[in-house]
């Protein structure tokens, strides 16, 4: 059965920073391009950054770039997303998500709707 499993999310004060890791397991992440995506309570979800297969091509939202980097190592079937400077804003439950094919879908802010295996998430809390 395939199935995606956050881990790594926390309490953090602002400013600093959390590495979240997105493990699969019953199929192979190797063919297939991988997103992060963030609900906050009482908004949509929205998308954080998607990686590609081969990890050659990566996106990131408007918002994000320089704070969050997110990296895969299909050895150990497993995506990242490094966090800093993180603020109040932040707070969330942070999800990563499947693809069914080796490209993410934008060059920007992926849609949920492009994925198709979830994660059951992490919450993220950024609080002094």
């Known amino acids: 059965q395939l199935q995606l499993a956050e881990s790594g999310g926390g309490l953090v004060q602002p400013g600093g920073s959390l590495r979240l890791s997105c493990a699969a397991s019953?199929?192979?992440?190797?063919?297939?391009?991988i997103g992060w995506f963030r609900q906050a309570p009482g908004k949509e979800r929205e998308g954080i950054s998607c990686?590609?297969?081969?990890?050659?091509?990566?996106n990131y939202a408007d918002s994000e770039p320089g704070r969050f980097t997110i990296s895969r190592d299909n050895a150990k079937n497993t995506v990242y997303l490094q966090m800093n400077s993180l603020r109040p804003e932040d707070t969330a439950v942070y999800y990563c998500?499947?693809?069914?094919?080796?490209?993410?879908?934008?060059?920007?802010?992926?849609?949920?709707?492009?994925?198709?295996?979830w994660g059951q998430g992490t919450q993220v809390t950024v609080s002094s």
């Open positions: 998500a499947a693809r069914t094919g080796a490209m993410c879908v934008t060059q920007r802010r992926e849609a949920a709707r492009h994925f198709a295996s």
């Open positions: 019953g199929f192979t992440l190797d063919y297939k391009a």
């Open positions: 990686i590609s297969s081969s990890g050659g091509t990566i």
